[in-house]
């Protein structure tokens, strides 16, 4: 028998079953500006002020981070507790925004899956 995906260590099925899921979860983080875009590779955020939100904003900058998963992951594995790296991870992309004085309205990372 061939190389195949599985035996690399990539089950597809499990995958497939992932990335169903992923959209309904993300769904539950989007706030009204937040626009949708199907099947973009992109996310859109509406900026312009609008008496239905509560801020407006005089001079709005966008301030985005991202952080990866290298030593969530080992900490993880050597605690052997792997529910909470996804948690890290974006607790620590909004910290890092959070510390220079941005208000986080969205969240900007890769999911990688194998």
Same mark, same amino acid.
């Given at each position: 028998?061939?190389?195949? %995906?599985?035996?690399?260590?990539?089950?597809?099925?499990? %995958?497939?079953?992932?990335?169903?899921?992923?959209?309904?979860?993300?769904?539950?983080?989007?706030?009204?500006?937040?626009?949708?875009?199907?099947?973009?590779?992109?996310?859109?955020?509406?900026?312009? $002020?609008?008496?239905?939100?509560?801020? $407006? %904003?005089?001079?709005?900058?966008?301030?985005?981070?991202?952080?990866?998963?290298?030593?969530?992951?080992?900490?993880?594995?050597?605690?052997?507790?792997?529910?909470?790296?996804?948690?890290?991870?974006?607790?620590?992309?909004? $910290?890092?925004?959070?510390?220079?004085?941005?208000?986080?309205?969205?969240?900007?990372? %890769?999911?990688?899956?194998?």
């Amino acid at each position: 028998m061939g190389l195949t %995906y599985k035996s690399a260590g990539l089950d597809l099925e499990l %995958y497939e079953q992932a990335m169903a899921r992923l959209p309904a979860l993300m769904k539950r983080t989007h706030t009204p500006r937040v626009q949708d875009l199907p099947g973009g590779f992109a996310g859109l955020f509406r900026l312009g $002020n609008s008496p239905k939100f509560a801020r $407006n %904003y005089a001079d709005p900058v966008l301030v985005s981070g991202t952080d990866g998963v290298g030593t969530k992951l080992k900490v993880a594995i050597l605690a052997k507790k792997y529910d909470t790296v996804g948690i890290d991870l974006v607790a620590m992309s909004v $910290n890092d925004c959070l510390c220079l004085g941005a208000e986080p309205l969205f969240f900007l990372d %890769y999911i990688a899956l194998a």
